[in-house]
């Protein structure tokens, strides 16, 4: 099969023209109207670049590249038409893995392009094509290690073992000594190369599994930048502008993103990479916490029964709703819009207060909640709604713990201390929804759930907004 | 050499800049289908998969060529598709599903 060529020009303006929409289109991804638009622009961009590629006069072969989009296509389409809205976070650490996967290959097959023709490699076309790897290579194996920890296939916890970070960084300095020998030596490789690329590989998995589930968002979008870097190294080999363009923007939006969602939970990158948060909670716990449960130890929680809470909730004038990743796991956000919609039939004022790090991805709690129907001009963030809870009745918590811990306000020696949260404990009631007394991520006791304002709701919370909303209904 | 090396640099560090610029005002509540979506256009990788793959020598390099272009294609369709399917609730639109 062959296709007519285009101009080694006519590429490269193509190229330019899918760069512009790319940005346009990320653009665009800014207000919830347009969004869905600039989606698609860059969609539009996405293809012009495929086809003309297609269309390249480097190009001789086409049976491998049509069939490969071919499979990858529809692997990719099936899996994003039935992925459920609760699994997005690992769906998009698959899709970026494949991409950093992707990247690495690249850059690898380049070197061996060189090895093969039997030609030194530069030292700039060295730097490139090792940087893609690494970079490509740590995306991919971190990636499928973050899917496996929020599919459960890994433990949830940070893992952790004697010596692990002396391991990891002594790793980490192998693979910039075995780089740098490749670098100095100039002639390929390919016996150390493949060395270096099974490090890389490597490090990728040490690399995530020191990080708790809770802390994934944070990682994919750490990764997501990653992949876009490798990308822009590719790029940088092949001398593809499209390549550097795309793979930076990625980059640099997703170093902001990841450093965004750190300042949303107050805690450094370094913490959320090297600090193994959750690891040791369920066993010592920082002496904070410690020091905390065992004030905690002569209270008492307040039960509450259905029905009283359905009487608070239905007689209030105002009701602000916190979801956490509770409502998220016990899939019960259908269930809580309905009850809104009821309470808001009977004249109550209904507010969602959204945490920027509720549920597993900053905004995945919107994403939950717009499935359901619930508008987005009734999600409040929090510095918008925190000044509510003053006036409101009844705070509704769902599933949510670690953000409404007044700790985070008060106790200097919590691990979660400085972390912004919301200010349910002023509401003049505290609903909250909750499984068990188990501690949230963090691993430590919340003292909101002591409050004397406070009822606790035990049990699945689907199961539980499904038997409020009937007792709603029969008042 | 030389200056392919400043041209692709400079191309990098402006894009750097655009790259912080347009991201900094999306609000919060997209901040999923931002990771999504951007995270479909680092499928561009497809390309340079494609321009690999092109050329192959020998079985080895045909196998790792298509093996790059299937996760390329991966990452691109199912990162548009993924983030399409969540836009679509946030198209202010909503659905008449609600309940009684």
Redesign the interface.
């Known amino acids: 099969m062959s296709f007519p060529h285009l101009s080694a020009n006519l590429v490269r303006a193509a190229y330019l023209v ?1 760069s512009v929409l ?2 346009i ?3 665009r ?5 347009s ?2 638009q ?3 622009l ?2 539009v961009g ?1 293809l012009l ?2 086809v003309v ?2 269309l ?1 006069r ?5 049976g ?2 049509l ?7 529809l ?3 099936v ?3 039935r ?1 459920a ?1 609760t699994a ?1 976070p690992q ?2 650490a ?3 893995g ?2 950093g ?3 690495a ?2 850059s ?3 070197y ?2 060189f090895a ?1 023709a039997g030609l030194p490699v ?1 030292p ?1 076309a060295q730097v490139t094509i090792l940087l893609g790897a690494l970079i490509g290579a740590i995306s991919f194996t971190g990636s499928i290690v973050a899917f496996g920890k929020l599919q459960g296939l890994v433990t949830e916890r940070a893992v952790t073992y004697p010596l692990q970070k002396p391991i990891n960084l002594l790793l980490f300095m192998g693979i910039l000594a075995v780089s740098g020998w490749l670098v100095a030596q100039g002639s390929p490789s390919p016996m150390v190369y493949a060395w270096f690329a099974g490090a890389s590989l490597l490090f990728g998995i040490l690399f995530v599994i020191p990080i708790g589930g809770g802390d994934m968002p944070v990682v ?2 750490l990764l ?1 930048s990653f ?2 870097l ?3 190294a ?3 080999s ?17 170093t ?2 990841t450093y ?2 750190c300042r949303a939970m107050n805690r450094p990158i370094t913490n959320v990479l090297f600090g193994a948060f959750g690891a040791t909670a369920k066993v010592a716990g920082p002496a904070g916490a410690a020091a905390g449960a065992a004030g905690l130890a002569g209270k008492a929680v307040r039960d509450v029964s259905i029905e009283d809470a359905a009487t608070m909730l239905a007689y209030a004038r105002k009701v602000i709703i916190i979801p956490g990743y509770g409502l998220a796991v016990a899939q019960a956000q259908h269930g809580v ?2 009850l809104a ?1 009821l309470l808001k039939s009977r004249g109550v004022e209904v507010k969602y207060a ?1 945490h ?1 790090v509720a549920g597993r ?4 709690m ?2 939950l909640l ?2 359901a ?1 619930v ?2 001009t009734e ?1 409040y ?1 929090l510095d918008a709604i925190n000044p509510e809870f003053d006036s409101a009745d009844v705070a509704l918590v769902i599933g949510a713990n670690d953000v409404v811990n007044p700790a985070a306000r008060n106790d200097t020696g919590s691990p979660i201390y400085g972390m912004p949260i919301l200010d349910a404990d002023k509401a003049q009631h505290v609903i909250i929804s909750k499984r068990s007394m188990k501690p949230g991520f963090a691993g430590i006791e919340n003292e909101l759930f002591y409050d004397p304002k406070a009822m606790m709701l035990f049990g699945d919370a689907k199961d539980s907004v499904a038997k409020l909303i009937q007792a709603v209904k029969a008042l | 050499m030389l200056e392919q090396l400043l041209t692709d640099l400079t191309i990098f560090i402006l894009a750097i800049f655009v790259g912080y610029e347009i991201i900094s005002k999306v609000p919060v509540i997209l901040h999923t289908p931002l990771m999504s979506g951007t995270n479909a256009i680092h499928g561009i990788v497809l390309v340079g998969a494609m321009l690999v793959a092109g050329t192959p020598e020998g079985p080895f390099v045909t196998a790792l060529g298509f093996l790059a272009v299937v996760l390329g294609a991966i990452n691109v369709v199912g990162g548009f598709l993924v983030t399409d399917r969540m836009l679509q609730m946030f198209a202010g639109k909503p659905r008449d599903t609600r309940g009684s």
């Open positions: 899918a790319f940005i289109g990320i653009k991804l800014s207000s919830p109207k969004a869905r600039g989606n698609t860059a969609s996405m670049a495929i590629t297609l390249d480097q190009i001789v072969s086409y491998t590249i069939a490969g989009i071919l499979v990858g296509g692997i990719g389409a899996a994003a038409r992925v809205m997005m769906m998009v698959l899709f970026n494949s991409g996967g992707a990247a290959i690249v690898s097959l380049e061996l392009a093969r530069p700039v994919i979008s997501n992949t876009g490798a990308t822009a590719t790029g940088f092949l001398h593809n502008y499209v390549l550097i363009i795309s793979g930076t923007l990625v980059g640099a939006s997703g902001l993103l965004l969602m819009r309905e919609d959204i920027p991805m900053p905004g995945h919107n994403v717009a499935e129907n508008p987005y999600l963030d």
